[in-house]
């Protein structure tokens, strides 16, 4: 059983700023890794699917990279819209979303 | 394009079965895999199955016991059983469509809105 951990598990950030989130998967993954954001109250949204592709009318700003067990979520310059909870999820076995990252206004 | 929406009881009883469905609208449910998923309260999100349009199903295994999915083609529909809930199946329980691409890589594109179902005596 594949285990996901995130890190941090929240972090406080201004509007322009570059911002990181790590996934770590237990074991590898190969790029079978999706992140999604959510906000309160709503469903989760696709960012980024296959470790790195952007998926259809995400901005730009969003990217992932990573393979194996270690992957990243950058978010080039931190939006008002984007303060949200982030969670990554492989696909490789038994789907499985890691415990997300919360996102808030410093 | 496609929307989903889960509709159900919203309360329960410990014991009870929770039953719910996903309406499909956009697409044909016929050309996808389709997946159910939950959130506690203030919780991370728990992968419960998937299922295709032949009725073929997978489901998670610590879940696989009590879950059944089922889909019905001709009404675009597919549904959730989890059978004997407990006030731990408390959740927000969302219905989502999975894409595919070969290699084996998929993810959930479109997801509901969620429903919130409460387990309570």
């Known amino acids: 059983d594949i285990q996901m951990t995130q890190s941090p598990s929240s972090l406080s950030a201004s509007v322009g700023d570059r911002v990181t989130i790590s996934c770590r998967a237990s074991?590898?993954?190969?790029?079978?890794l999706n992140w999604y954001q959510q906000k309160p109250g709503k469903a989760p949204k696709l960012l980024i699917y296959?470790?790195?592709s952007l998926q259809s009318g995400v901005p730009s700003r969003f990217s992932g990279s990573g393979s194996g067990t270690d992957f990243t979520l950058t978010i080039s310059s931190l939006q008002p819209e984007d303060f949200a909870t982030y969670y990554c999820q492989q696909s490789y076995t038994t789907p499985r979303f890691g415990p997300g990252t919360k996102v808030d206004i410093k | 394009q496609v929307q989903l929406l889960e509709s159900g009881p919203g309360l329960l009883k410990p014991s009870e079965t929770l039953s719910l469905t996903c309406t499909v609208s956009g697409v044909s449910i016929s050309s996808y895999y389709w997946s159910w998923i939950r959130q506690p309260p203030g919780r991370g999100l728990e992968w419960l199955g998937y299922?295709?349009?032949?009725?073929?199903?997978d489901y998670n295994p610590s879940l696989k016991s009590r879950v059944t999915i089922s889909i019905d083609t001709s009404k675009n529909k597919f549904s959730l059983r989890l059978s004997s809930v407990t006030a731990a199946d408390t959740a927000v329980y969302y219905c989502?469509?999975?894409?595919?691409?070969?290699?084996?890589?998929?993810?959930?594109?479109?997801w509901g809105q969620g429903t919130l179902v409460a387990v309570s005596s």
């Open positions: 299922i295709f349009y032949t009725g073929s199903a």
């Open positions: 989502a469509r999975v894409k595919q691409q070969l290699g084996g890589y998929n993810w959930f594109d479109t």
């Open positions: 296959s470790a790195s």
């Open positions: 074991q590898s993954v190969a790029s079978h």
